[in-house]
């Protein structure tokens, strides 16, 4: 399924299977707390995607594999710019400005892998927890609050998480 030029306030795609969103505007989502929802969902490619002042997390991944997100650029989330848990996801070539927790919020067992983008002024660029792993290439970290925080948040997941960072 492909679905291109698509405007609206907020997405979820809840149990899906090889998916491709191309084109999306989400701006001023009020009603959700995330403004694009996906879990339960495999095989998922999100490619020129906007989304301005969220009211939660911009981007919400739940226990979900084979997630990829290029040129995904987001701006003013009120909370993450992307949040992880339980799932595999790579981000490509993408923005993520002025979200006021993370960027990048790596959660729950996750794998990351981000490459080629800009993280500028968020309060954590990506915060790493809870069993993930991040694998960061090529990444442009601006004035936030801290670029990198690992730590343990959730006793369940036993360790913290582990982020490789490489030419950033």
């Not at 919400?60 to 594999?65: A, E, Q, V």
């Not at 923005?95 to 790596?106: H, M, R, Y």
Request: net charge negative; no cysteine; glycine share 6%.
């Amino acid at each position: 399924v492909s679905i291109e030029h698509m405007v609206q306030h907020t997405a979820s795609l809840h149990d899906v299977n090889n998916i491709r969103l191309r084109n999306i505007r989400i701006i001023n989502n009020s009603k959700y707390d995330d403004a694009l929802h996906i879990i339960y969902s495999k095989n998922i490619a999100l490619e020129n995607v906007t989304i301005n002042k969220s009211f939660g997390d911009a981007i919400d991944i739940d226990m979900s594999k084979e997630i990829h997100l290029k040129n995904i650029n987001i701006k003013d989330s009120n909370n993450d710019a992307i949040d992880l848990m339980e799932s595999s996801v790579i981000i490509e070539d993408s923005n993520l400005f002025g979200s006021n927790d993370k960027a990048i919020s790596v959660g729950e067992n996750s794998f990351l892998i981000v490459k080629n983008s800009k993280l500028i002024d968020n309060n954590v660029g990506i915060a790493t927890k809870d069993g993930s792993l991040t694998y960061i290439s090529n990444l442009n970290f601006e004035n936030n609050g801290y670029h990198i925080k690992n730590y343990k948040k959730n006793w369940r997941y036993g360790d913290g998480g582990l982020t490789v960072v490489n030419d950033s």
